[in-house]
């Protein structure tokens, strides 16, 4: 039988910008939500959801996305967004992470 991941998996929805400031200028980013993966593997998070990351006017809580390839600056750039999910790819091959 196949198993499905999300249903035994534990998925934590994050919105970066509330989350873990990494640069201290109020506002949380992917820096800050990196430097909390092990906080999330020690709670036993296996999935990270994120709330709307890509640029946008923010008249709709960030579900108004004006370019879906790109990251809003206000939480880092795009490498920071790539070094973010290969942490938590790294993170979740540990022992740690279910």
Do not use: K
């Amino acid at each position: 039988m196949l198993t499905r991941w999300y249903r035994t998996g534990v998925i934590y929805s994050a919105d970066v910008g509330l989350f873990q400031d990494g640069n201290d200028d109020g506002i949380g980013d992917f820096q800050g939500m990196i430097g909390r993966l092990d906080y999330l593997a020690r709670l036993g998070i296996s999935t990270i959801w994120l709330h709307p990351i890509h640029p946008s006017p923010r008249r709709d809580g960030g579900y108004d996305i004006t370019d879906y390839y790109g990251v809003h600056p206000r939480f880092g750039s795009l490498g920071d967004f790539t070094t973010l999910l290969h942490e938590a790819g790294s993170a979740a091959s540990g022992s740690c992470w279910t």
